[in-house]
């Protein structure tokens, strides 16, 4: 089977951009690390990707809203370049700062480039009002199309964000994600209380999402940082928290690709 080629975008302040290249490598694909600036002079190299990553970090310093202007300079750089990677079935996934981008340019929920005033969602501010950094454990939905995700698994990965809530324009907003399988993971949450199991208040406690193919995909919580049992605190005493779930994540990537 082909080896996928995944394109690892960077701008100023991405800060994980190495680990995302690793998880990738260590999942099976060839990755290409290019500056955005690059790709912009360049953009060659989307014709022979098959994924698409944008990794955590605070890109730009998060000056004007995080991620935001990082989606600005993708939707008017490199937009036709992504649209078309986009409808010839490529994979997506950002996480952290990236799933914030994808946000902000309407590629998700939609697949689309939107402008502001026509988007349904966007990621703000934690509910503690503070940056958040530690591990959360997710459950992906059992009616999931995401292809990066199986159906009811429980992972546990690190999550670390400041702006991680996830709103929606209207509760009937959400309720159509949830028909159409794009709720991808929420965060598991106790009985009679929320915070810190959710770290940020976001709607439906949802920590991952997707478009409507299940190709494009965002989450909050860092899978590139659990790739190894002995990356989770708790791998010499608890075999559950100790099964690298985020090489999961990418390994799933490369599987489908190589499969259709």
Not at 223 to 233: K, L, T, V
């Amino acid at each position: 089977m082909a080896t996928p080629t995944a394109l690892v975008l960077r701008a100023a302040g991405t800060n994980c951009d190495r680990e995302t290249v690793f998880a990738l490598e260590q999942a099976g694909a060839q990755c290409e690390r290019w500056h955005v600036n690059q790709l912009t002079a360049d953009p060659a190299p989307f014709a022979r990707a098959q994924i698409i990553a944008l990794p955590g970090g605070f890109t730009y310093g998060d000056d004007v809203a995080s991620g935001k202007v990082l989606a600005v300079e993708l939707a008017q750089a490199l937009g036709d370049r992504l649209r078309e990677f986009v409808e010839r079935g490529g994979l997506v996934i950002g996480i952290c700062n990236g799933f914030q981008v994808l946000v902000k340019t309407g590629l998700l929920p939609s697949a689309a480039f939107q402008a502001a005033a026509d988007r349904v969602a966007t990621l703000t501010h934690n509910d503690s009002h503070k940056f958040e950094c530690r591990w959360v454990k997710l459950r992906a939905e059992a009616n999931t199309v995401c292809v990066f995700a199986q159906k009811d698994e429980i992972i546990e990965i690190p999550a670390a964000h400041g702006e991680g809530k996830l709103v929606a324009r209207s509760p009937e907003v959400v309720a159509e994600w949830e028909r159409q399988g794009q709720v991808v993971y929420r965060y598991v949450v106790p009985t009679g209380g929320d915070y810190p199991a959710d770290p940020n208040g976001s709607v439906g406690h949802i920590a991952g999402l997707c478009d409507r193919t299940g190709r494009i995909f965002g989450l909050m919580p860092h899978p590139e940082r659990h790739i190894f049992p002995y990356q989770h605190p708790r791998w010499t005493r608890d075999p559950a928290a100790a099964n690298a779930a985020g090489a999961k994540i990418f390994r799933r990537a490369v599987q489908f690709l190589q499969n259709n």
